[in-house]
């Protein structure tokens, strides 16, 4: 990235995006107080998002919809044509932020062909969740205590039966988890209301269908580019974005990921032996090689379904090599509709000859806020080590309304010798002697709580 690019980037947010952020939030409070109590300021809300969407195919229903949701009809059916002119919204916004990233940078994206989507009728399972999430929407997240959230167990057993519905379980989980980890919600400080609004509408959007999630399977070789790790109290995911070299194909940018369960004991480099069964991914990146994959399963989002059987490591690559060489002409997979969301974006780029001030990335008179309190403890990068280098490859992001840059590789001048670091680095363990030193001395937890699990088990 030049800072020509990045000065287009910053270029202010494009026309309408801060206008339809502020109705989604217009949204979310009705969701807060519930639709059983409208007030005036909710009935403008829901008025507004009707009037928004009014030139559009959803139109027509959101219009109808709000007006039985004012006359104290709250169905399935109203509350989730709500949710799809909020997902709509949202996927607006996503849109105008791709097409601003695109025209900066040059990036081209492949197009969208929709998969088949499977009929919900067979599922009753579906028809459960709706009602659940029907009853939550109208006493609002302040109604919400420890009986609706019990009920949601049978919803949620009945899910999990089937393994084609297992997106909306783990999905519905997750949320009924949080509020029953916050009941009574009436009595919280302080309430998540995007995310918890952004869980709910997702839910009412799946419970309508379910994603045939169709992929084809490619062969060639993947330059890894960087790893973003997610790392929760319960779970750890490392996303692996690279570029993929099909055999017979033009470049393409892809991900893949691998996820463990955890618990939140477990932290630091010790994550990556949560993620053992993965030893060619994981051997890739902490030795900088590339992968030789054989009929990987990649889906037409650009996620590849990563089975480690079917890949090889090969030779070295070098990050940096590969995002100067092939990242400006890889094609760019274009994001499923229901995937339309600005929290979804993520985009490698690679950023030269810049200074790095408090949390602040500097190129040519243009500032990027650089994600500082996301560097994974997992890994070497540090904000220091940032602060003392001229080359990143990163993740470009939206959130909170900025463009920010979340770091997965740095290559910067240490004791005037050149180093190269990623977030990777430590995924075969790690090789900071202090590091080395520290685990040695606390122990193997991993170990230590699987020969625990082990014992238990054997009762």
């Not at 049978?154 to 379980?169: C, D, K, M, T, Y």
């Not at 959007?205 to 319960?234: C, M, N, Q």
Request: with cysteine; proline share 7%.
């Amino acid at each position: 990235m030049l800072g020509v690019q990045l000065g287009e980037l910053l270029d202010g947010p494009p026309p309408g995006v801060a206008e339809a952020l502020g109705l989604v939030a217009e949204l979310d409070e009705v969701l807060v107080h519930g639709f059983a109590r409208l007030g005036a300021e909710d009935g403008q809300a829901l008025a507004a998002l009707a009037g928004a969407l009014g030139a559009s195919p959803l139109g027509g229903p959101v219009a109808e919809a709000v007006a039985k949701v004012g006359a104290g009809s709250i169905g399935e059916e109203q509350l989730s044509v709500l949710a799809g002119g909020r997902a709509a919204l949202l996927g607006a916004v996503h849109d105008a932020l791709v097409a601003r990233f695109d025209a900066a940078l040059g990036r081209t994206r492949a197009p969208w062909d929709q998969p088949p989507v499977a009929a919900a009728a067979n599922y009753p399972a579906l028809a459960a969740a709706r009602g659940w999430l029907q009853e939550v929407a109208i006493v609002g997240w302040r109604g919400v205590g420890h009986d609706l959230v019990s009920s949601a167990d049978r919803v949620l057993e009945a899910l999990w039966a089937e393994p084609a519905l297992r997106r909306s379980a783990v999905l519905l989980d997750g949320l009924v988890a949080e509020l029953r980890a916050t009941c009574p919600v009436g009595a919280a400080d302080r309430l998540p209301v995007r995310r918890w609004a952004d869980l709910w509408t997702r839910a009412v959007l799946l419970s309508h269908g379910v994603d045939a999630g169709s992929a084809e399977p490619v062969s060639g070789r993947l330059l890894i580019l960087g790893v973003d790790v997610l790392e929760h109290s319960t779970a750890v995911q490392a996303q692996v974005h690279g570029v993929l070299e099909p055999d017979g194909g033009a470049p393409r940018l892809v991900r893949t990921a691998v996820t463990a369960a955890k618990t939140d004991t477990i932290t630091g480099p010790a994550v990556w032996r949560l993620l053992a069964g993965h030893p060619v991914l994981l051997t890739a990146l902490a030795e900088h090689r590339s992968l030789r994959i054989q009929d990987l399963p990649l889906t037409a989002a650009g996620d590849l379904l990563w089975q480690d059987e079917r890949a090889v490591a090969d030779e070295r690559a070098d990050p940096f090599a590969t995002a100067r060489i092939l990242l400006p002409g890889a094609q760019a997979p274009l994001v499923p509709p229901l995937d339309r969301h600005p929290v979804r974006l993520a985009e490698p780029v690679l950023i030269e000859g810049y200074k790095v001030t408090g949390e602040q990335l500097e190129l040519d008179g243009h500032a990027l806020a650089v994600e500082l309190d996301h560097l994974p403890s997992c890994g070497p990068l540090t904000p220091a080590l940032l602060r003392a280098s001229s080359a990143c490859v990163g993740l470009v992001r939206w959130d909170a309304g900025r463009w920010t840059l979340r770091p997965l590789a740095v290559s910067a001048k240490v004791k005037g010798k050149v180093v190269l670091e990623h977030s990777g680095a430590w995924a075969l363990g790690p090789t900071d002697p202090k590091v080395v030193r520290a685990e040695a001395k606390n122990g193997d937890g991993v170990a230590v709580l699987r020969e625990r699990a082990g014992r238990l088990l054997r009762r």
